[in-house]
């Protein structure tokens, strides 16, 4: 006969607990967004009153309207997705060539270059000298000027250079038997054995260039080459200060009542609808080396 193994008393109250506590975290980690979501569709007196928590009051799309009507968002919004996607794409190939190299502990010269990317960690050249190098390099008002001077996270860098590390050498000396060059054992061997810790480096890179807005207001000078992020903190700006004077009185106390809370809910959305497609990839490259063989 097979024995059950029943839990232990001790084992099962830690379980209640442990349930109990991620329940409340759970609950804590929601509950701002929720409210936020509620307040992007309420009306601005019960928005001012404080009655709104988890359920829109005073239903209202004014706010939403005027954002979706403005022919600019919707080119700011395409702009955003453009930059997002060739930015995380140019962050990605530097960052897995980077750290490849890095994961050879043969490599001469392997500690100085591993120095100088912590260097950038704790160092920068400041606002000024970088304004004033992407100006010279001719990169202002173009694409490059987002992504080549973020286009190196030393973090990502360090984890994958860590994931690469933990892969069995055997497998790249059989390679390079077989006769597959460095370039042919990074493409063929290396990362399709790395699926999990590149989804989850784009999706932290992706993340982060969806969200970033200061680098555009900085480089940009015209609003047609403006991400959605740019486009809606001036929207913000300009319903807090009041400055829109072609827009009528109540619509610009609805816009200033819940222009954040849309601004939150809009540049949110996209990266709530892709995480489901990366979670199971983002858990496994958050594991991986967590468990040495």
């Not at 190939?93 to 591993?114: D, E, M, P, Q």
């Not at 954040?260 to 809009?266: E, N, R």
Request: with cysteine; aromatic share 12%; charged share 10%.
């Amino acid at each position: 006969m097979v024995s059950v193994h029943r839990p232990t008393r001790g084992y099962r109250v830690f379980q209640g607990v442990n349930g109990v506590i991620l329940t409340l975290v759970v609950v804590v980690t929601l509950y701002p967004f929720v409210n936020i979501v509620a307040r992007s569709f309420s009306g601005e007196r019960q928005i001012r009153a404080g009655e709104v928590t988890l359920w829109p009051k005073g239903f209202n799309l004014t706010t939403y309207e005027i954002v979706f009507q403005d022919s600019m968002f919707w080119r700011n919004y395409g702009n955003t997705v453009l930059y997002t996607v060739v930015s995380t794409v140019v962050a990605m190939v530097l960052t897995t060539c980077y750290a490849y190299v890095l994961s050879k502990k043969h490599l001469r010269g392997r500690g100085l270059l591993v120095g100088i990317a912590v260097f950038t960690m704790f160092f920068t050249g400041g606002l000024i000298p970088n304004y004033v190098l992407i100006s010279s390099l001719g990169m202002k008002n173009t694409i490059w000027a987002l992504a080549l001077p973020n286009a190196i996270s030393v973090f990502n860098l360090l984890v994958m250079k860590a994931f690469f590390e933990s892969l069995p050498t055997d497998l790249e000396e059989a390679a390079q038997i077989d006769g597959l060059s460095t370039y042919g054992i990074l493409l063929r061997i290396v990362l399709p054995l790395s699926k999990a810790v590149v989804a989850t480096m784009i999706l932290f890179y992706s993340v982060a260039f969806w969200n970033s807005w200061f680098a555009a207001f900085l480089y940009m000078d015209s609003t047609e080459l403006m991400p959605a992020t740019v486009y809606l903190r001036n929207l913000i700006s300009g319903a807090t200060g009041g400055g829109n004077a072609g827009a009528a009185t109540e619509q610009l106390s609805q816009v200033g009542a819940n222009i954040q809370s849309v601004t939150i809910v809009l540049t949110a959305l996209p990266i709530l609808c892709v995480y489901p497609f990366v979670q199971r990839y983002f858990v496994s490259g958050v594991m991986l080396g967590a468990v040495k063989g």
